[in-house]
């Protein structure tokens, strides 16, 4: 009998250690399988946002040359000037040595893209010291008037955010990730309502405006926000159906400028404005979302280099003047759709705004020497054309 009970405690002893033993290599192989899965992640960071397939140095020169111009004359101690020639700065919109929000999110948009960890994080550092606020980054600074403009704009802190996840990517620091994390729950907080984005919010009456203007909704960006997989999905619906149904006629193939939330409609404006228009196409051809007549009217006007600044909703022209900018958005717009010679015709036009004259202060920025009209949006965007 004892000898029987013995057999059995042993039998149930070789049990108990065959399933400690099997638990034990469970535990390891989930361990190292965890460590594994940790290390994947952490080199990985941000791969969702894959950059611009550029030509690498196609336009190396040009780069370099308009760089060159912004820093040294088109900058100032609180970053880059709206404008080379100043004013008193108090007008309804920025003027002078003005700085914008836009401006700074350009700038890191183009210092991700480049790779340029060292300029990147100090135009971060400056961004927070001149324009940072509870609620976001101011979209204005006056330095003569050390005025800091109570609202926001949902576009620049939008590409900032954007930028900082790019940033990630391409430095492989996942450190910009979590500064991009805090920046998109205060975006949430403060520009999403209900599944809505507003424009801005005014720090002074405490609330957002009442429309969105269609040319801020940039999905790309939108859906790199961090929020709940549920939430982001109205958010992109919502936003995606409005910008798509702002679509004016196939006689002038561009987008209406506002959608207001309590009447449900568009603006009435009867003149289009073309960089608002194509900053709406860009968006929607990020996502193979655009129309074929608008693609197809663009070509057309840059193949005639007769991009008008403004169009009639017949289609008519409003405004004959162009600008560099326009041309670089259509180059960004090309080069979403691999399109090689919609992109060169595009950066060749945009390139005859271009100082090429080497003696000039001006050299390599895109302007009117003569009146120093040399504007941040014009430069910059040109600068982010050539890094497409």
């Not at 135009?123 to 609620?135: F, K």
């Not at 506002?258 to 196409?281: C, F, G, P, R, W």
Request: aromatic share 12%.
């Amino acid at each position: 009998m004892r000898q029987t009970n013995q057999k059995k405690w042993l039998h149930a002893g070789m049990i108990m250690a065959t399933v400690v033993i099997l638990l034990i290599g469970l535990v390891l192989f989930h361990g190292s399988k965890m460590q594994v899965m940790d290390k994947k992640a952490k080199s990985s960071v941000a791969t969702k946002i894959n950059a611009p397939k550029r030509q690498q140095g196609k336009y190396s020169r040009e780069i370099s040359e308009t760089q060159n111009f912004v820093d040294g004359e088109l900058s100032g101690s609180t970053g880059i000037y709206t404008n080379l020639k100043d004013t008193e700065q108090n007008q309804n919109s920025a003027s002078g040595h003005e700085v914008l929000s836009e401006s700074y999110g350009l700038l890191l948009n183009i210092y991700a893209l480049e790779k340029d960890n060292k300029s990147f994080d100090k135009t971060w550092s400056q961004l927070q010291n001149t324009l940072n606020m509870e609620m976001g980054w101011s979209y204005r600074y006056s330095p003569k008037w050390d005025k800091k403009y109570p609202t926001n704009a949902a576009i620049d802190d939008l590409r900032i955010i954007y930028s900082l996840k790019l940033a990630a990517s391409q430095f492989s620091d996942s450190g910009y990730i979590q500064r991009a994390n805090k920046y998109s729950a205060r975006f949430n907080r403060y520009m999403i309502k209900n599944g809505r984005m507003y424009d801005f919010y005014d720090s002074l009456s405490d609330k957002n405006n009442e429309y969105v203007t269609l040319c801020y909704i940039e999905l790309k960006w939108l859906k790199q926000l961090t929020m709940e997989k549920s939430e982001k999905k109205e958010l992109l619906r919502n936003m995606a159906t409005i910008l798509r149904n702002g679509y004016i006629s196939d006689h002038l193939p561009f987008y209406k400028k506002n959608y207001h939330y309590a009447t449900k409609q568009y603006d009435s404006l009867t003149t289009i404005n073309t960089t608002e228009s194509m900053l709406s196409i860009l968006s929607l051809t990020e996502l193979g979302l655009e129309k074929d007549r608008s693609i197809d009217f663009i070509k057309k006007k840059v193949d005639q280099r007769q991009l008008a600044n403004a169009y009639h909703q017949d289609g008519s022209v409003a405004d004959e003047n162009q600008s560099a900018a326009n041309y670089a958005i259509a180059a960004m717009i090309a080069s979403e759709m691999n399109d090689k010679t919609f992109f060169e015709k595009s950066i060749h036009q945009m390139n005859t705004f271009r100082v090429n004259d080497k003696k000039s202060k001006f050299y390599g920025g895109f302007g009117y020497p003569e009146t120093k009209a040399f504007y941040s949006f014009n430069n910059l965007m040109a600068l982010l054309a050539y890094n497409y």
